[in-house]
Nanobody, 119 residues
Framework: QVQLVESGGGLVQAGGSLRLSCAASGSIFSINAMGWYRQAPGKQRNLVATITSGGSTSYADSVKGRFTISRDNAKNTVYLQMNSLKPEDTAVYYC?????????????WGQGTQVTVSS
């Protein structure tokens, strides 16, 4: 059984910063790509940023220059540093990881953490 547990969400004023963390645990052989998605009320879930096992990153245009994704492979953890936050960044943020467990490779999701940016 694999679990992804997110933390670090909260309420912040526009222009502020937050750092999200997502730790994977369980019967894990290896983790390939990890990423962050977000879903605002009434909208679809959208990709925010991804990072490969080798450290290559990609970002949605809306967060480039403000958000930084990183990972600690020894801790099976991915981070999202969010700076210069805007009210439109308000959403539930979910982490996702492609994880090799005994017998198969699968995609796993965290439970989500709320980020609210006030104007």
């Amino acid at each position: 059984q694999v679990q992804l547990v997110e933390s670090g969400g909260g309420l912040v004023q526009a222009g502020g910063s937050l750092r999200l963390s997502c730790a994977a645990s369980g019967s894990i052989f290896s983790i390939n790509a990890m990423g962050w998605y977000r879903q605002a009320p009434g909208k679809q879930r959208n990709l925010v940023a991804t990072i490969t096992s080798g450290g290559s990153t990609s970002y949605a245009d809306s967060v480039k220059g403000r958000f930084t994704i990183s990972r600690d492979n020894a801790k099976n953890t991915v981070y999202l540093q969010m700076n210069s936050l805007k009210p439109e960044d308000t959403a539930v943020y979910y982490c996702n990881a492609d994880i090799l467990v005994p017998g198969r490779m699968g995609g796993y999701w965290g439970q989500g953490t709320q980020v609210t940016v006030s104007s």
